[in-house]
Nanobody, 123 residues
């Protein structure tokens, strides 16, 4: 069993940065992790994913070059550094954990989800 708690969301101006954290309880080190977001009235979408060992990462095209996913297994925490934020990226950002080592891209491949943290980007 894994419990995930996100933090670090807030209000930021367009072009600004935020760093999200996702703290995990349980056996964290054997899970691939991902970040997803859901804007009002839209479906949840994939943002970024990282493998268990951090050797592999993958990003949605829309965030490539601006967002960075990382993890510290000793601290049971995964991060999402978000730079050059845009108003259209206002959403609830959630982290998710998937059993196994390789990163996952699809919502259905994840076993555990956090409650999410709100990110609001003002224009």
């Amino acid at each position: 069993q894994v419990q995930l708690v996100e933090s670090g969301g807030g209000l930021v101006q367009a072009g600004g940065s935020l760093r999200l954290s996702c703290a995990a309880s349980g056996t964290f080190g054997y899970y691939a992790m991902g970040w997803f977001r859901q804007a009002p009235g839209k479906e949840r979408e994939f943002v970024a994913a990282i493998s268990w060992t951090s050797s592999s990462t993958f990003y949605a095209d829309s965030v490539k070059g601006r967002f960075t996913i990382s993890r510290d297994n000793a601290k049971n925490t995964v991060y999402l550094q978000m730079n050059s934020l845009k108003p259209e990226e206002t959403a609830v950002y959630s982290c998710a954990a998937a059993r196994g080592s390789g990163y996952r891209l699809k919502i259905g491949e994840y076993d555990y989800w956090g409650q999410g943290t709100q990110v609001t980007v003002s224009s």
